[in-house]
């Protein structure tokens, strides 16, 4: 492995992918003085930009503003009478599009000017310390770089026996362009991308099913928090939910069948005729096409091993100036978890050694009330503090006691705060509730700096404002030491 002067390289940087976590790392490398290229084959900005977070919210946005117009009960409790609402759907998706493309245009010229180099192509590795790029023409060019940073991210997961045509049966990549509203949608999963489909889709009027192979809706969020969220995000509106039950096949066209089976038996159970489905069944890494065999690794179901500072792994062992940041490597695949590893790698890369804190870093879903949640799960925590000796606090705090929430009229929601009833320490929060998804970053600063709730209880809140769900939690929790 030659540690040879950096003149003797093309780059000092090379990163493959350019979504979250490639263009923070390009971006902070770039910043610190480092020749970085960045090298991308579809568009700017990954998934996240255009597939992702960023075009999802916006047709949140739009379809959560026609939930709350068309809410006529919730308006009268207000004194406000409204007409029907009217939307157009082409418009609703424009502004995911123009969000869309001044966001990509917006991160292409920051790292534009920051001065990192970007190759249009696709990169894969070609040995040690050395970038192949395929640009569309065909051409081919090999580039030199002391170190390599891959962030080639995911794509979604199609289960065997699902077919798609993009147009009936689809992913959330084309879902994103909303190009029509079916009458009646089956989302399989409910994880939360399918939630938040779920959530535009029906503001906008469709009629949802929504099939979940596991044993109950909602399986990756906290169950309580899941059971009191599906009350209003999936009973309170117009969704039949299915749990337990398998989409075994699915066949495109008009109608679209799904043939649904038990989970447990596989016995048949009925065949759906609907109008469309998407599938929203989890992603998948995108590492097959990186000629990882080049320097010796080997995936993880696809996912690049790394360790904490971002090194990639072979045998446990890191690889020499090798760096994987964001879904590819499958840990908590999401936008600001790419962008904090890329941070890191970039770091460890200067020389600063630095490692992620992956309990400190909050996960939200965007519906309307939103849901999120930071650091260990409630049983994660039992299992810590049964390893540790400590014992497990858990404390409630309801909306329902908070003025902010009640002047809204939207006091449905709950706090879970877990910590260590010896010394305070906040292991975990989730929430269910209006604005969750700001609320719980407050969670997430105290779980970075390992806080005790004995001080965060003395920490003044601003009145009438959601974030005294939080103080409460605290307040009761610091009142429960031992
Ligand atoms: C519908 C939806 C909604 C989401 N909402 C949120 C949200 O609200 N908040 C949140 O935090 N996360 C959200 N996410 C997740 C988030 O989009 C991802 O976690 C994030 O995009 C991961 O970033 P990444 O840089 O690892 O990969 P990606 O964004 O997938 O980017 C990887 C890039 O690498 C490129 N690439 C791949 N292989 C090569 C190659 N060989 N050569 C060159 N280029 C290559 C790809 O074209 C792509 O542009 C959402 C995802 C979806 C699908």
């Known amino acids: 492995m030659s540690d040879a002067s950096a003149a003797s390289f093309d780059f000092d940087l090379i990163v493959i992918g350019a979504g979250y976590g490639g263009f923070d790392a390009a971006k902070h490398a770039a910043d610190h003085g480092l020749r970085t290229a960045i090298v991308e084959s579809r568009d700017m900005g990954g998934t996240c ?3 992702g977070c960023v075009p999802s919210k916006a047709l949140l946005a739009a379809s959560g503003r026609v939930r709350e117009l068309a809410d006529a009960e919730h308006l009268r409790g207000f004194g406000i009478h409204a007409a029907p609402v009217r939307f157009e759907r082409q418009k609703i998706a424009d502004h995911a599009n123009q969000l869309v493309a001044t966001i990509r245009t917006n991160l292409t010229k920051t790292l534009e000017r920051a001065g990192a180099t970007i190759l249009r192509g696709k990169g894969r590795l070609e040995g040690p310390q050395r970038v192949a790029v395929r640009e569309a023409s065909g051409i081919e060019r090999v580039y030199s770089a002391r170190d390599v940073i891959i962030a080639t991210g995911s794509d979604p997961f199609v289960p065997p026996g699902i077919e798609t045509d993009g147009r009936t049966v689809f992913t959330s990549d084309e879902a994103i362009s909303l190009e029509w509203l079916p009458r009646w949608i089956a989302i399989i999963g409910s994880g939360y991308i399918g939630l938040e489909f779920a959530d535009v889709y029906t503001a906008l009027g469709c009629e949802v099913t929504m099939i979940e192979a596991l044993d109950r809706v909602m399986p990756t969020f906290d169950p309580d928090i899941a059971k009191i969220a599906a009350r209003k995000l999936i009973d309170g509106r117009d969704i039949d939910a299915r749990s337990g039950v398998l989409a075994k096949t699915v066949t495109p066209g008009s109608p679209v069948r799904i043939e649904l089976v038990e989970m447990a038996s596989r016995e048949p159970v009925e065949t759906l005729e609907v109008d469309a489905v998407l599938v929203a069944t989890g992603r998948v890494p995108v590492s097959k096409y990186l000629n990882l065999e080049s320097v010796g690794v080997t995936t993880n179901r696809g996912f690049i091993p790394v360790d904490e500072a971002m090194r990639v792994l072979v045998d446990g062992n890191p690889v020499p100036h090798l760096w994987a940041v964001g879904d590819v490597t499958g840990k908590m695949m999401l936008a600001h978890t790419a962008a904090a590893q890329g941070s890191v790698a970039v ?22 009330p939103e849901i999120s949640s930071v650091g260990l799960s409630e049983a994660d925590a039992k299992e810590l503090a049964a390893a540790d000796g400590f014992e497990l606090g858990l404390v409630r705090s309801y909306f329902k006691a908070n003025s902010k929430a009640l002047a809204e009229l939207e006091s449905d929601g709950l706090m879970k705060l877990l910590f260590n009833r010896s010394s305070g320490e906040v292991l975990g929060a989730h929430i269910y509730g209006l604005h969750a998804a700001d609320l719980i970053q407050e969670i997430a600063n105290a779980v970075a700096r390992r806080q005790s709730v004995r001080e965060l209880a003395n920490e003044v809140h601003t009145h009438p404002t959601l974030s005294e769900v939080v103080e409460v939690a605290y307040k009761q929790a610091a009142a429960a030491l031992v």
């Open 49 to 51: 930009v255009n597939r």
């Open 347 to 368: 770091d460890n890369i200067l020389g600063h050694q630095r490692l992620i804190d992956y309990r400190s870093i909050p996960a939200a879903t965007f519906t309307h």
